[in-house]
């Protein structure tokens, strides 16, 4: 009998889950999908797969697959992330302090407290965020500054040498 088209000792398909590195060293999960056999039998008109050939969109579930435990080991190396959770904390303890002295009841206070606490957090990470891209900005304008004079010295240096070497070259005659 002849052999079936749909085994193919080569196969195209990438992992569900591949790492790739970008230049600045750094590893990002990224989803890719396996290609879909498509139905090859030209004898049937029916399609056992209706999706075949189709891709979906990573879920929820694909996203928590990608969280490590060492995520969390470090969470506090990155950037902005300590000066975010120090001032969600003092936001919460000023705000549920506060709403306790004022007569409200400990639940409502600590959920008073857990809100400050995001808010804080968020806030202040949103803030640093901020001001880390103005500096990065500044520091690449004064590069570019720096640049800029490097090469007009350059350029000076250059037009001093040929006024010397044209000068020696008249007296040389």
């Excluded at 230049?23 to 290609?35: E, H, I, L, V």
């Excluded at 936001?91 to 506060?98: K, L, R």
Aim: proline share 5%; aromatic share 6%; with cysteine.
């Amino acid at each position: 009998m002849a052999a079936d088209t749909r085994d193919s000792k080569t196969s195209n398909q990438s992992p569900a889950n591949a790492d790739t590195t970008v230049p600045n060293g750094k590893t990002y999960d990224t989803f890719s999908y396996p290609a879909t056999l498509e139905n090859k039998d030209s004898l049937s008109g029916a399609n056992p797969n209706p999706l075949a050939g189709r891709r979906t969109e990573p879920g929820i579930v694909d996203a928590l697959k990608t969280i490590k435990l060492e995520d969390f080991k470090e969470v506090h190396k990155k950037p902005c992330t300590r000066e975010g959770f120090l001032t969600g904390i003092g936001a919460a303890f000023a705000t549920g302090g506060v709403r306790v002295i004022l007569g409200a009841p400990v639940f409502t206070a600590c959920s008073w407290a857990v809100g400050a606490f995001a808010f804080g957090s968020f806030a202040m990470h949103e803030y640093c965020q901020a001001k880390r891209r103005r500096e990065k900005e500044g520091i690449q304008k004064v590069n570019v500054a720096l640049l800029e004079k490097k090469i007009k010295e350059e350029m000076k240096r250059e037009e001093i040498r040929k006024a010397r070497r044209k000068a020696k070259e008249e007296a040389d005659r």
